[in-house]
Nanobody, 127 residues
Framework: QVQLVESGGGLAQAGGSLRLSCAAS????????MGWFRQAPGKEREFVAAINWSGSSTYYADSVKGRFKISREHAKSTIYLQMNSLKPEDTATYYC????????????????????WGTGTLVTVSS
């Protein structure tokens, strides 16, 4: 059983920054792609960013490209999401996710491919 525990959410002003962390435990972290999704009230959960199993490739939703950066630290079984230039529309609960495909080298990431989810951390951006 995999456990994903997010931290780092909170309140930020527009233009500010936050850094989310997600610590994974329970199986071979280093062979699975990891990602971040978010869900705003009344909306569907949407893809934000993903990083492949080795950390050599990253992928972003157009809405966060250039502002957010995903990274992973294998020694700590942890991924991060550095969020800069925050906007009120970034307000959502952010979920850490572990992909179901070992050693996946493709570029397609969706919630349908997720095997494990974290419980979420709330990010609120005030204008």
């Amino acid at each position: 059983q995999v456990q994903l525990v997010e931290s780092g959410g909170g309140l930020a002003q527009a233009g500010g920054s936050l850094r989310l962390s997600c610590a994974a435990s329970g199986r071979a972290f280093s062979i699975y792609a990891m990602g971040w999704f978010r869900q705003a009230p009344g909306k569907e959960r949407e893809f934000v960013a993903a990083i492949n199993w080795s950390g050599s490739s990253t992928y972003y939703a157009d809405s966060v490209k250039g502002r957010f950066k995903i990274s992973r630290e294998h020694a700590k079984s942890t991924i991060y999401l550095q969020m800069n230039s925050l906007k009120p529309e970034d307000t959502a609960t952010y979920y850490c996710a572990e992909d179901s495909r070992a050693y996946y080298g493709g570029t397609s990431y969706s919630k349908n491919d997720i095997h494990y989810w974290g419980t979420g951390t709330l990010v609120t951006v005030s204008s």
